[in-house]
């Protein structure tokens, strides 16, 4: 299994980011994945979450209502799409996935990790 993140950058408060995540060697619709970031100094923590189907999503309260996560399965993609960003939300960003098909925001509940794209929130 392989997870291949990109798409970060340095951007302006207020501006957007989509993030990207390329998956190999996993059967999607098996598969929950998720967003976490880590600033420096501080630990990995989680962004967001999506199930095998789509059926739930979590958001950490920091960016619910600017951040959206999505998932083309045809594709083994997922996405996260940044907008309204904020300095605190620099950070190198990581998609993970896990084998089964519920999501959760908890850093050890995943197996398989890509290796990060950094975001950088800054004026």
């Known amino acids: 299994v392989q997870l291949q993140a990109s798409g970060g950058g340095l951007v302006q408060p207020g501006g957007s980011l989509r993030l990207t995540c390329a998956t190999s060697g996993v059967t999607p619709d098996h598969y929950a994945t998720g967003w976490f970031r880590q600033a420096p100094g501080k630990e990995r923590e989680g962004v967001s979450c999506?199930?095998?189907?789509?059926?739930?999503?979590f958001y950490a309260d920091s960016v619910k209502g600017r951040f959206t996560i999505t998932r083309d399965n045809a594709k083994k993609t997922v996405y996260l799409q940044m907008d309204s960003l904020k300095p605190e939300d620099t950070g190198v960003y990581y998609c993970?996935?896990?084998?089964?098909?519920?999501?959760?925001?908890?850093?050890?509940?995943?197996?398989?990790w890509g290796q990060g794209t950094q975001v950088t929130v800054s004026s």
């Open positions: 999506i199930t095998n189907d789509d059926g739930m999503i």
């Open positions: 993970a996935a896990r084998s089964t098909a519920l999501a959760t925001m908890m850093v050890s509940g995943y197996s398989y």
